[in-house]
C-alpha cells in the first residue's frame, strides 16, 4: 500500500500517495464543500436521477471523502457504499478531512473494487456508481479493464448512471474510454476536461433517455439552489463536448 501524506496551501489541505501527486483536497474551513472540479462532476448522476428513499449509491475510491460527505449532507435519502483497498486512506479520510464514521447511510468496506463489482451480492443493487481509482503514479485508474465496467454496468440499476474519473492526457484515456462504450453500448457522455486534465464520463443503463436541454438546465439550478453544487456550466459543456447532442439530450 502507497504512504498517506497531507500537504496545506492557503486554506486547503491535501492528500497525496507519497508523491507530490494530489490525490483529493478539501477547503479547511468548508469540508462539505466538493474543492475541485472533477470531484463536482462526478455528481452528475444528480442531473439524471431523483433522489429517494432507498436509493444505493456505490464509491469506489474514498480519497478525502469529497463525494462522501456531500452525499451525507445534501443527500439525506440516499446510502452510500464505499469501496477503498487502503486502510490507511480510510483512517485519513475521517481523521484529516471529517469524514464521517459509518451510519444507517454509509457503509465503508476495506475491499477491492474490482472484486466489489463482480460480486453476485451487488448485481443490480445500485441506482449510481461513482469511480475514481488512481494510485501514487496517477498515470490512468487502476481499474480499467472490461470485465471491470461491465462488473459496474451489473451492480447499477436500470435506470442507473455510472460517473468515472479519467485522466486525459494518457495512453489510459482511450482504452477507458473505449471500454466504459463497449460494457454500456456507447451510451457515454463527457464532460470537457478541466484544468487538471482529468475528463469525467457519465454512462447509463436502462431505458433510453431523451430530453430538452432547457429541461436539463433547469434540474441543474434546482441543484445549485439546493447544494450549491457549480452545475450551471454543465449543460452547456457536455451539450457541446459530445456529438449528435447539440439540440438535445438523447442517449
Request: proline share 4%; aromatic share 10%.
Amino acid at each position: 500500500m502507497e504512504p498517506v501524506t497531507f500537504s496545506e496551501s492557503g486554506g486547503v489541505r491535501y492528500l497525496h500517495f507519497g508523491s507530490e501527486l494530489i490525490q483529493g483536497a478539501m477547503r479547511i474551513r468548508d469540508p462539505d464543500e466538493i474543492y475541485l472540479e472533477y470531484n463536482q462532476q462526478m455528481m452528475a448522476w444528480l442531473l439524471f436521477l431523483e433522489t429517494k428513499p432507498g436509493m444505493r449509491i456505490a464509491q469506489l475510491g474514498l480519497g478525502t471523502g469529497a463525494l462522501t460527505k456531500f452525499q451525507h449532507r445534501y443527500c439525506p435519502a440516499v446510502k452510500t457504499t464505499v469501496v477503498e483497498l487502503n486502510p490507511s486512506v480510510i483512517v485519513a479520510a475521517r481523521s484529516m478531512f471529517f469524514t464521517p464514521d459509518d451510519d444507517r447511510r454509509l457503509e465503508t468496506l476495506q475491499a477491492d473494487a474490482k472484486e466489489f463489482v463482480q460480486s453476485a451480492k451487488y448485481k443490480n443493487q445500485f441506482d449510481a456508481v461513482q469511480v475514481d481509482l488512481y494510485d501514487a503514479i496517477c498515470d490512468g485508474p487502476v481499474a480499467s479493464s472490461l470485465d471491470f465496467y461491465k462488473g459496474c454496468f451489473d451492480i447499477l440499476k436500470g435506470p442507473g448512471v455510472l460517473t468515472v474519473n479519467l485522466f486525459s492526457r494518457h495512453k489510459s484515456f482511450n482504452i477507458n474510454l473505449n471500454n466504459i462504450c463497449e460494457a454500456f453500448d456507447n451510451r457515454v457522455l463527457l464532460f470537457p476536461e478541466s484544468h487538471d486534465c482529468n475528463v469525467v464520463a457519465i454512462a447509463f443503463k436502462g431505458p433510453r433517455l431523451e430530453a430538452e436541454w432547457k429541461d436539463v438546465s433547469k434540474r441543474a439550478k434546482l441543484i445549485l439552489e439546493k447544494t450549491g453544487l457549480p452545475t450551471n456550466k454543465w449543460v452547456s459543456g457536455i451539450s457541446r463536448e459530445n456529438a449528435r447532442q447539440e439540440n438535445k439530450l438523447a442517449i
